[in-house]
């Protein structure tokens, strides 16, 4: 039971480039999410997923876009990667109010 | 949106109980209470959850006074590992678990000192 994984750990980008980031669990947890947490910050809610084949907007979707492959999987892309999305991303799934995070994804855009 | 309202940082020392405030005075009668630890290079993790009253776990204890309109976290003989940010949290859980409603906010940052 490896609860919540993300790929890649770490990923520089330069300005306009795209990318995927990746999350799954294994929990078979209905609800996931997307947070991003830039130093010193609380964590901000950039898209969720309450169940499979739903997605809905948070706090900061701007330059996002978010796809719930399967019950497991929710993937969180950035079409054309600007500096200010130089972040750390954290996907989460949940039962009833008890969250579970990944690792964490630390992501440098030039 | 119930929004909630923490100190920035407390310090304290090895041993000694450790209590932080959050008020959330627009709490709604549907939403609970929640608190999470976060590590430096780590997602949050959870530690306790209450509605009214108290709640009491290995890790912790939750006050929740009548009105809900505030709450207290309550660590017991902190030691130097406890030193993280602590983030209280309301919101509906709903049937499901959805949450897109949950606001984390900046924490409160707790040293621990020898």
């Known amino acids: 039971n490896a609860g919540v994984t993300q790929t890649p750990k770490f990923q520089v980008l330069k300005t306009g480039q795209s990318m995927t980031l990746q999350c799954a669990q294994d929990?078979?947890?209905?609800?996931m999410y997307w947070y991003r947490q830039d130093p010193g910050m609380g964590l901000r809610l950039i898209y969720y997923?309450?169940?499979?084949?739903?997605?809905d907007k948070g706090e900061v979707p701007n330059g996002y876009n978010v796809s719930r492959l399967n019950k497991r999987e929710f993937s969180l892309r950035l079409e054309s990667a600007a500096p200010s999305q130089t972040s750390v991303y954290f996907c989460a799934s949940t039962v009833r109010n008890e969250q579970f995070f990944g690792p964490g994804t630390r992501l440098t855009v030039l | 949106l119930a929004k909630t309202t923490q100190p920035i940082s407390m310090d304290s020392y090895e041993g000694q109980e450790v209590n932080i405030t959050c008020s959330h005075n627009n709490i709604a009668t549907n939403d609970y209470i929640t608190w999470y630890q976060q590590f430096p290079s780590q997602g949050p993790r959870f530690i306790i959850q209450g509605y009214k009253t108290k709640v009491t776990n290995e890790v912790a204890s939750l006050f929740i006074p009548a009105d809900r309109k505030s709450s207290t976290l309550s660590l017991p003989r902190v030691s130097l590992s406890d030193t993280a940010v602590y983030y209280c949290?309301?919101?509906?859980?709903?049937?499901?678990?959805?949450?897109?409603?949950?606001?984390f906010g900046k924490g409160t940052k707790l040293s621990v000192k020898p």
């Open positions: 997923s309450a169940s499979e084949g739903t997605t």
């Open positions: 949290l309301v919101g509906d859980t709903g049937y499901g678990g959805s949450q897109g409603n949950l606001i």
């Open positions: 929990m078979n947890h209905n609800s």
